[in-house]
């Protein structure tokens, strides 16, 4: 098929790509900054993504799409008043182009990433945060696309990721950055439990949702999560993260800082899973690889 994926760019997309293409699929790119994607991927048909929605248009009406992976975001777990215009153009603006260019370009199949914040203590909606509420308003804009112009739409509402090389400023990295650092890592009281799931594992999940949307009624969306075999809480996690590398423990200052306001607790595990995925890593193997990567790394 000919897949284009936006928010090329990012931790997971760089995961995805390359089964795409291993499956077989042709790739086209959508993101902000062409010049900083893989250069093995510099003839890949790519757009710029620079808030016109014009770009997106070009790469849809040239390469013609059969799936669109829906990726791109912009992600604040807690807002301020200036991060607004950012959500609103990263989230909602870039998802109304990109719908209304897949509909001129007769691309009518989209798998897009939602998440299980937009399930605040396991309603079907209540957003935990301004991110997870832009998350719900492109859902529903999508409605217009699925009556007007018979859209299949393929949800995937994702919990946390990890994995190698990951570059962003999430728990397992800072974790990893209080093991040499002089002080330690100030959390809070670490009850929360969550669904830590490998990027290798949710690539493989979008791949196989890539198969599935395109057998979708047409008009129609479904909702799938792609969660661990079991959520573990915060503490938990830290002494998986320790037990991976015993020599070389995490250094945490437990309950030096308050819960957020909207902290989640329970995650969110009303939907069914993605039908024919389940995660191939387990967390206690997948940190032993992460530590491994890191310590070569060095």
């Given at each position: 098929?000919?897949?284009?994926?936006?928010?090329?760019?990012?931790?997971?997309?760089?995961?995805?790509?390359?089964?795409?293409?291993?499956?077989?699929?042709?790739v086209?790119?959508?993101?902000r900054?062409?010049?900083?994607?893989?250069?093995?991927?510099?003839?890949?048909p790519?757009?710029?993504?620079?808030?016109s929605?014009?770009?997106?248009?070009?790469?849809?009406?040239?390469?013609?799409?059969?799936?669109?992976?829906?990726?791109a975001?912009?992600y604040?777990?807690?807002?301020?008043?200036?991060?607004?215009?950012?959500?609103?153009?990263?989230?909602?603006?870039?998802?109304?182009?990109?719908?209304?260019?897949m509909h001129?370009?007769?691309?009518?199949?989209?798998?897009?990433?939602?998440?299980?914040?937009?399930h605040?203590?396991?309603?079907?909606?209540?957003?935990?945060?301004?991110?997870?509420?832009?998350?719900?308003?492109?859902?529903t804009?999508a409605e217009?696309y699925?009556?007007?112009?018979?859209?299949?739409?393929?949800?995937?509402h994702?919990?946390?990721?990890?994995g190698?090389?990951?570059?962003?400023?999430?728990?397992?990295?800072?974790?990893?950055?209080?093991v040499?650092?002089?002080?330690?890592?100030a959390?809070?009281?670490?009850?929360?439990?969550l669904?830590?799931v490998?990027?290798?594992?949710?690539?493989?999940?979008?791949?196989?949702?890539?198969?599935?949307?395109t057998?979708?009624?047409?008009?129609?969306?479904?909702?799938?999560r792609?969660?661990?075999?079991?959520a573990?809480?915060?503490?938990?996690?830290?002494?998986?993260f320790?037990?991976?590398?015993?020599?070389?423990?995490?250094?945490?200052?437990?309950?030096a800082?308050?819960?957020?306001?909207?902290?989640?607790?329970?995650?969110?595990?009303?939907?069914e899973?993605?039908?024919?995925?389940?995660?191939?890593?387990?967390?206690?193997?997948?940190?032993?690889?992460?530590?491994?990567?890191q310590?070569?790394?060095?």
């Amino acid at each position: 098929m000919r897949i284009l994926v936006t928010g090329a760019n990012g931790y997971l997309a760089r995961r995805l790509i390359p089964a795409l293409l291993k499956a077989g699929h042709l790739v086209a790119c959508l993101t902000r900054d062409p010049s900083a994607l893989p250069e093995t991927w510099t003839n890949f048909p790519t757009g710029i993504a620079d808030g016109s929605g014009q770009g997106i248009r070009s790469l849809c009406t040239s390469f013609k799409p059969d799936v669109v992976v829906h990726l791109a975001a912009d992600y604040k777990a807690e807002h301020r008043f200036d991060d607004i215009a950012g959500l609103v153009n990263g989230n909602i603006l870039l998802s109304t182009h990109l719908m209304e260019a897949m509909h001129e370009a007769g691309c009518h199949s989209l798998v897009w990433a939602g998440t299980a914040w937009q399930h605040y203590e396991g309603a079907d909606y209540r957003p935990v945060n301004l991110y997870a509420a832009m998350k719900q308003a492109v859902s529903t804009l999508a409605e217009y696309y699925l009556d007007a112009a018979g859209m299949r739409l393929l949800e995937l509402h994702l919990y946390d990721s990890y994995g190698e090389d990951d570059p962003r400023q999430r728990l397992l990295n800072l974790l990893q950055a209080s093991v040499c650092s002089e002080k330690a890592l100030a959390l809070s009281a670490g009850e929360q439990r969550l669904h830590l799931v490998h990027v290798d594992d949710l690539a493989q999940g979008f791949l196989l949702a890539c198969s599935q949307v395109t057998k979708q009624p047409a008009g129609t969306r479904r909702i799938f999560r792609l969660p661990s075999a079991a959520a573990v809480t915060i503490r938990e996690l830290v002494a998986l993260f320790d037990a991976a590398n015993p020599a070389l423990p995490a250094r945490v200052n437990w309950s030096a800082r308050p819960y957020r306001q909207r902290e989640v607790f329970t995650p969110w595990e009303s939907a069914e899973t993605l039908p024919g995925w389940q995660p191939s890593i387990d967390l206690a193997s997948g940190l032993r690889r992460l530590r491994l990567h890191q310590a070569e790394s060095r």
